[in-house]
């Protein structure tokens, strides 16, 4: 989304200056919210100006092709390295998910290992009480529905 020009924010502010009505009618009249109204007006008294901040501008790669070069030595020397080991053993100040996303970059997934063996299912329920207690309901249903239907018989 683009700022509003520097002409329209002028228009804006010299309705106020003039009192043409209170704040949210003059917002109603340049179809703005009266927020942005007090925001300008804060910027006008805080700095002396009311013009559009700056953009926000373009971040560069904190892992720089070399480094990515690096890493892909790094693990095609040790191919079971966590990602802080591989961070570390860059010597880049950046955080475990930027070597992930390091990674992927060059076509490479992190694997996860498991450390301990998988676990067994457990017994969740257990039937309580002599064998003559009344067994659990049967957790297929006897009616069909959409997912399933009855077999045709031939007549």
Partial sequence: MQPYSQDFREHVV?????????????AAMFG???SWIRRLLQRRRATGSFAAKPRG???????TEDSRHRLLTL??????????????????????????????????VVKKKS????????????ISGPPSAAAPA??????????????????
């Fill in 14 to 26: 010299r309705a106020c200056d003039e009192q043409r009505g209170t704040r949210e009618q003059i």
């Fill in 32 to 34: 703005v919210s009266s």
């Fill in 57 to 63: 501008g373009f971040r560069s790669a904190k892992v």
């Fill in 75 to 108: 693990v095609r020397a040790q191919p079971d390295a966590t990602l802080a080991q591989l961070r570390d053993r860059l010597g880049l100040a950046v955080h475990a998910s930027t070597v992930s996303r390091a990674l992927r970059r060059l076509g490479l």
């Fill in 115 to 126: 450390c301990t063996p998988p676990s067994r299912p457990a017994l969740t329920s257990s």
């Fill in 138 to 155: 049967a957790s297929t249903p006897t009616a069909s529905s959409f997912w399933t239907r009855s077999a045709r018989t031939r007549g």
